[in-house]
């Protein structure tokens, strides 16, 4: 009797190996997906755009630094080792001081700037 496993493979993510392949900020690259969502890593620095998303909900979690998320009445700031989600179709412009090192946890095919495009909007689905 031959056993199979449900993983094909056994493949650990180091995310500091996976920061190192790139220096753009602003481009978040996809480094997992589970079921429809994905794990999607960026460096920020600066302001963003205001923006919403309107289908979903989008995660935040700070891996290194500080961001601010700021809405239109007030806030958040996180920190290292912080998470928080920003309700759909709540508008939010992301911002840091100094470059932080994030995820996202959004589903697939979410774009960076939710329902708006231009200059800032980031390639979807971009692997590393």
């Not at 909900?57 to 998470?83: M, N, P, T």
């Given at each position: 009797?031959?056993?199979?496993?449900?993983?094909?493979?056994?493949?650990?993510?180091?995310?500091?190996?996976?920061?190192?392949?790139?220096?753009?900020?602003?481009?978040?690259?996809?480094?997992?997906?589970?079921?429809?969502?994905?794990?999607?890593?960026?460096?920020?620095?600066?302001?963003?755009?205001?923006?919403?998303?309107?289908?979903?909900?989008?995660?935040?979690?700070?891996?290194?630094?500080?961001?601010?998320?700021?809405?239109?009445?007030?806030?958040?700031?996180?920190?290292?080792?912080?998470?928080?989600?920003?309700?759909?179709?709540?508008?939010?412009?992301?911002?840091?001081?100094?470059?932080?090192?994030l995820m996202l946890?959004?589903?697939?095919?979410?774009?960076?700037?939710?329902?708006?495009?231009?200059?800032?909007?980031?390639?979807?689905?971009?692997?590393?």
């Amino acid at each position: 009797m031959t056993h199979t496993s449900p993983v094909d493979s056994y493949h650990v993510i180091n995310l500091a190996q996976k920061f190192g392949l790139f220096s753009e900020q602003w481009k978040p690259k996809v480094v997992a997906q589970m079921n429809d969502y994905q794990f999607k890593i960026a460096r920020l620095e600066g302001d963003f755009i205001w923006h919403t998303h309107f289908d979903t909900d989008e995660a935040f979690l700070v891996l290194e630094g500080e961001l601010r998320i700021d809405f239109r009445d007030g806030s958040v700031l996180l920190r290292q080792g912080e998470l928080y989600v920003v309700p759909k179709g709540v508008e939010h412009k992301p911002y840091a001081a100094r470059e932080v090192k994030l995820m996202l946890i959004e589903p697939h095919g979410t774009l960076n700037t939710g329902e708006q495009t231009g200059e800032r909007t980031a390639q979807n689905d971009l692997w590393i």
